[in-house]
């Protein structure tokens, strides 16, 4: 199986690619970086203050991390002082310590930061040989701001950092700054969710919690920002992936072919949805959480 998670992975990493130029900078001072294909198309923002910047996740690929910072400094004409990483994924936090080498401070909450070890260690069987040197050659160090909800003061600006639950990870930070919301993979506009972990309940109930912060703009992980019809599109995806699965009468093990085919479907109502392989891996983990619901 990890044979095959590996190299459905590689077919989408392989595509490389010329750089892309960062998009221009949105309103109230935040702007956006869009990895090369190689690195996933990974987005990371900026938030720009009076006495400097601060940076959301911080990239998949050590050279994106470095263009980023690049760009940001090119931009802005100051420094970034505070990079934070909203969940515990390596297109989240491999950029890390090139951060802290450039003397950027990398912070997250603790619950993410105790998932870090465990990720990190199964991303680097994934990863590591076939993207190296430009992958980390250890596991990247962060600070933690602590296990709960907070205010975080730097550059200048004051950001609200939410502490939430599982969704497409175990443990999530959600960033709320001026009207504006920093999501991470919980949200991604027309693109497959990351399922690995088939948090499907708990992944709607984090969409509630955004939805309360009334955003004016909503971040996602992937896919261009937008207004809280982000929230409402990821919210009609995950519930349309669990009602397709519970049409598929799932029990365990799983009939051969019968994943596949429950995918075709999901595609099938997904036309031109990027990331197909992100469903192809994660959807045998949705598959399983519903027929243990149907078996309770």
Not at 29 to 57: C, M, N
Not at 111 to 128: C, H, S
Not at 213 to 225: A, D, K, N, Y
Not at 273 to 278: D, L, Q, R, T, W
């Amino acid at each position: 199986m990890a044979r095959r998670l590996v190299s459905w992975v590689c077919l989408i990493a392989a595509c490389g690619g010329a750089p892309l130029a960062p998009r221009a900078r949105d309103v109230d001072g935040v702007g956006t970086f869009v990895s090369v294909p190689r690195g996933f198309h990974t987005r990371s923002y900026w938030i720009e203050g009076p006495e400097g910047v601060v940076v959301i996740d911080t990239q998949f690929m050590p050279s994106e991390a470095e263009r980023l910072l690049d760009v940001i400094e090119r931009e802005t004409g100051k420094p970034v002082v505070l990079a934070i990483v909203l969940h515990a994924n390596p297109d989240k936090f491999n950029g890390a310590e090139v951060m802290r080498r450039r003397g950027v401070r990398v912070v997250t909450s603790e619950q993410v930061r105790a998932r870090i070890p465990e990720v990190d260690a199964l991303r680097r069987r994934w990863f590591y040989e076939r993207y190296a040197p430009d992958y980390p050659s250890a596991m990247p160090e962060l600070e933690s701001f602590g296990d709960a909800s907070t205010e975080i003061d730097a550059a200048g600006l004051t950001l609200r950092a939410h502490v939430l639950g599982a969704g497409c990870s175990d443990a999530h930070v959600v960033i709320e700054w001026n009207g504006h919301v920093f999501t991470g993979d919980l949200i991604a506009h027309r693109a497959h969710a990351w399922l690995e972990l088939g948090h499907l309940e708990a992944w709607l109930e984090r969409l509630d919690e955004i939805e309360a912060m009334r955003p004016r703009w909503v971040h996602p992980g992937r896919g261009e920002s937008g207004g809280t019809e982000r929230v409402a599109a990821q919210r009609v995806y995950l519930e349309r992936v669990r009602a397709m699965t519970r049409e598929a009468s799932p029990a365990l093990p799983a009939p051969e072919g019968a994943i596949d085919a429950l995918r075709a479907r999901i595609e099938a109502e997904h036309p031109g949805y990027g990331y197909p392989v992100f469903l192809r891996v994660g959807l045998p983990a949705v598959w399983r959480t519903v027929a243990l619901e149907r078996a309770e």
